[in-house]
């Protein structure tokens, strides 16, 4: 079975420009999650799918971060305009109903570095 | 508030014993997670408490006390592939919330 595909896997770009990150999770399953994760702590939950629809966004900084799941598969972050602050990696995970047992699986993240 | 706390770092020998222990203090309760992260790779599962007790699986074991609010990982054996941060999380209402992880160094 395929894990979650991330790409890419890294990525520098300069404050104040663009970046767009994609995800693919395992097949099957219904729930998306992005992550935050910066050197030293815990992944922070961006925002929660399931199918293609939000749960969760309460902490993604929706002035300059979206995301979208249109066909209820794969999906894409964004950040525009990129500030120092956003330096971190960059983690998809997907499980299988979204439950609060069920397991979440990570693909292998996409490390963003903004100069 | 929401808070996850573990011991930021811990040192332990090729072959022995260690417990890494995670105390929480959260709004809602509905499960609690260990995962395993080696550096610039991404979490995966070890295991999942949501009643009282030891969970036994291999060579690692998980606990969970929900009156204390208190949680260990144990790891027997440890070998050098077992150098990795271990993260705590828990799940309240409906989303997962983490702990900061514990670098293990095994030394020889």
């Known amino acids: 079975e395929a894990g979650v595909a991330q790409s890419p896997r890294y990525k520098i770009i300069e404050k104040r420009q663009s970046v767009a990150f994609w995800c693919n999770p395992i097949?099957?399953?219904?729930?998306l999650y992005w992550y935050q994760q910066i050197l030293g702590q815990g992944p922070k939950l961006l925002i929660q799918?399931?199918?293609?629809?939000?749960?969760?966004d309460s902490q993604l900084p929706k002035d300059r971060f979206s995301a979208e799941r249109l066909k209820g598969v794969d999906s894409t972050l964004k950040i525009q305009p990129a500030k120092l602050e956003d330096s971190a990696v960059y983690l998809c995970?997907?499980?299988?109903?979204?439950?609060?047992?069920?397991?979440?699986?990570f693909g292998p993240g996409t490390r963003l570095t903004v100069l | 508030g929401q808070n996850i706390d573990q011991p930021t770092e811990m040192t332990a020998t090729e072959g022995a014993i260690v417990q890494i222990n995670c105390t929480y203090q959260t709004s809602g309760f509905n499960g609690l997670f260990w995962y395993q992260q080696h550096a610039g790779e991404a979490p995966t599962f070890l295991s999942y408490?949501?009643l009282d007790g030891l969970e036994e699986k291999g060579r690692f074991s998980s606990f969970l006390s929900r009156s204390k609010g208190y949680s260990y990982l144990l790891l027997k054996e440890l070998q050098m592939k077992d150098s990795a941060s271990y993260l705590c999380?828990?799940?309240?209402?409906?989303?997962?919330?983490w702990g900061a992880g514990t670098k293990l160094i095994i030394k020889p």
């Open positions: 999380a828990v799940n309240s209402n409906y989303q997962l919330i």
């Open positions: 408490n949501v």
């Open positions: 097949s099957g399953h219904a729930t």
């Open positions: 799918f399931q199918n293609n629809g939000v749960v969760d």
């Open positions: 995970a997907s499980s299988f109903t979204g439950t609060p047992g069920d397991t979440q699986y």
